[in-house]
């Protein structure tokens, strides 16, 4: 399905872009079409034939998401991690990737622990540096932007003149900036991958992941891998999605301001090395002036930051990459960029800004009391 881009703006496109009222009853909502197969009127000849095919509810998604991202085909996947994996299935045995070396740990060990060992060959680079060099014969540029979790940022528009030179295909995840500060596509990035579980989504409780794609040749071809890989995203999900998009200018729009305000805050902190803030959305990571032990006793002393991994949800999160999110990556890969042991990495909520601010100084207090 396709859905081109409107003069719409972007909050009202993540309300109405690809839902319309359900043509047999009226519904304003797009239901749950929970079938797996649907009847046909001549053998083989129906646009839905079978739920892994296609799905309404599915559909509905899928152009919503193409909307939001300017592009003109979307895909939805069971998770982030299946929609990456549906875009490594494009490259074959042999296919070289140049991939930023600061990435979510799942992807990494996606790429190194079962990619590689069919054959896709991976170098890890420094994406954020105007030097990079992308070699003759990469097929595929593989970025975050910002990184996870040292909110590095890729100047996209200028590392995708650099693939056009070589012709390989850009991949932007754009998980942490969302379609409503960055928008891949325009800037001339080919495909852009998110985790849905995260902002898109914002309510934790869907786990998923998407493609977005312009070129329709592209989208062919990570149709044929979605229907033949199988890793769709089930309708009740794509519904809650759905429903999660509406309110995501307005959620972007706080986390941006509540984490703004506690970035400032962290930078003044006589106790906080190093702040980590590209200046727009909701993750913030920092270093705290101390060892493991006292960086485990600030995450388990915050009430409404919850130790947890994740992140991009309505409530705020607080997490040890080194120890959580990143755990897979060799601990010298992890030092050598940067994911020190004291670095605490931040989701932050859409709670109340005095709040939030309240729970990290008493948190401070119990960390760097004289008792402890
Ligand atoms: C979470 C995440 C993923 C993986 O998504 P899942 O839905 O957990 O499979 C990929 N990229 C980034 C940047 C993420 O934060």
Not at 191 to 201: A, E, F, G, M, P
């Given at each position: 399905?396709?859905?081109?881009?409107?003069?719409?703006?972007?909050?009202?496109?993540t309300?109405?872009?690809?839902q319309?009222?359900?043509?047999?009853?009226?519904?304003?909502?797009?239901?749950i079409?929970q079938t797996?197969?649907y009847?046909?009127?001549?053998?083989?000849?129906?646009?839905?034939?079978?739920?892994?095919?296609?799905?309404?509810?599915?559909?509905?998604?899928q152009?919503c998401?193409?909307?939001?991202?300017?592009?003109?085909?979307?895909?939805?996947?069971?998770?982030?991690?299946?929609?990456?994996?549906?875009?490594?299935?494009?490259?074959?045995?042999?296919?070289t990737?140049?991939?930023?070396?600061?990435?979510?740990?799942?992807?990494?060990?996606?790429?190194?622990?079962?990619?590689?060992?069919?054959?896709?060959?991976?170098?890890?680079?420094?994406?954020?540096?105007?030097a990079?060099?992308?070699?003759?014969?990469?097929?595929?540029?593989?970025?975050?932007?910002?990184t996870?979790?040292?909110l590095?940022?890729?100047?996209?528009?200028?590392?995708s003149?650099?693939?056009?030179?070589?012709?390989?295909l850009?991949?932007v995840?754009?998980?942490?900036?969302?379609?409503v500060?960055?928008?891949?596509l325009?800037?001339?990035?080919?495909i852009v991958?998110?985790?849905l579980?995260?902002?898109?989504?914002?309510?934790?409780?869907?786990?998923?992941?998407?493609?977005?794609?312009?070129?329709?040749?592209?989208?062919?071809?990570?149709?044929?891998?979605?229907?033949?890989?199988g890793a769709?995203?089930?309708?009740?999900?794509?519904?809650?999605v759905?429903?999660?998009?509406?309110?995501?200018?307005?959620?972007?729009r706080?986390?941006?301001?509540?984490?703004?305000?506690?970035?400032?805050?962290?930078?003044?902190?006589?106790?906080?090395?190093?702040v980590?803030?590209?200046?727009?959305?909701?993750?913030?990571?920092?270093?705290?002036?101390?060892d493991?032990?006292?960086?485990?006793r600030?995450?388990?002393?915050?009430?409404?930051?919850?130790?947890a991994?994740?992140?991009?949800?309505?409530?705020?999160?607080?997490?040890?990459?080194?120890?959580?999110?990143?755990?897979?990556?060799?601990?010298?890969?992890?030092?050598?960029?940067?994911?020190v042991?004291g670095?605490?990495?931040?989701?932050?909520?859409?709670?109340?800004?005095?709040?939030?601010?309240?729970d990290?100084?008493?948190?401070?207090?119990?960390?760097?009391?004289?008792?402890?």
């Amino acid at each position: 399905m396709t859905s081109s881009p409107t003069p719409l703006h972007l909050q009202t496109r993540t309300i109405h872009a690809g839902q319309s009222p359900e043509p047999h009853t009226g519904a304003v909502m797009t239901p749950i079409f929970q079938t797996s197969t649907y009847a046909q009127e001549t053998p083989g000849g129906n646009k839905w034939a079978y739920g892994r095919t296609n799905n309404p509810t599915r559909t509905a998604l899928q152009d919503c998401l193409a909307s939001l991202e300017e592009g003109k085909h979307g895909l939805v996947y069971g998770s982030g991690v299946a929609a990456i994996d549906a875009v490594i299935r494009l490259l074959s045995a042999g296919d070289t990737v140049v991939c930023g070396d600061d990435i979510y740990g799942g992807t990494y060990r996606l790429f190194v622990q079962e990619w590689a060992d069919r054959g896709i060959i991976f170098q890890f680079v420094d994406t954020t540096t105007a030097a990079l060099e992308i070699p003759d014969g990469t097929k595929l540029v593989w970025v975050e932007t910002p990184t996870n979790p040292l909110l590095k940022t890729t100047d996209i528009a200028i590392i995708s003149k650099k693939c056009r030179q070589v012709g390989a295909l850009l991949v932007v995840d754009n998980t942490f900036a969302t379609p409503v500060f960055q928008r891949p596509l325009t800037e001339g990035a080919d495909i852009v991958v998110h985790s849905l579980t995260k902002y898109l989504n914002g309510h934790s409780d869907v786990v998923g992941g998407a493609v977005i794609v312009n070129d329709d040749g592209l989208a062919k071809r990570l149709a044929w891998i979605q229907n033949s890989a199988g890793a769709i995203l089930g309708p009740q999900d794509c519904f809650l999605v759905l429903r999660g998009l509406k309110t995501l200018s307005l959620r972007m729009r706080e986390h941006q301001s509540n984490a703004q305000q506690i970035a400032a805050w962290l930078v003044q902190h006589p106790h906080v090395k190093t702040v980590h803030y590209p200046g727009f959305s909701g993750m913030i990571s920092f270093v705290l002036d101390a060892d493991l032990e006292a960086t485990t006793r600030f995450v388990q002393s915050t009430r409404l930051f919850t130790l947890a991994e994740s992140l991009g949800g309505v409530e705020s999160l607080i997490g040890i990459p080194a120890i959580m999110t990143h755990a897979s990556v060799p601990k010298e890969t992890r030092e050598a960029i940067g994911i020190v042991d004291g670095l605490i990495r931040l989701s932050v909520g859409i709670e109340h800004i005095d709040d939030l601010i309240a729970d990290l100084t008493q948190a401070m207090n119990t960390t760097f009391s004289p008792t402890n």
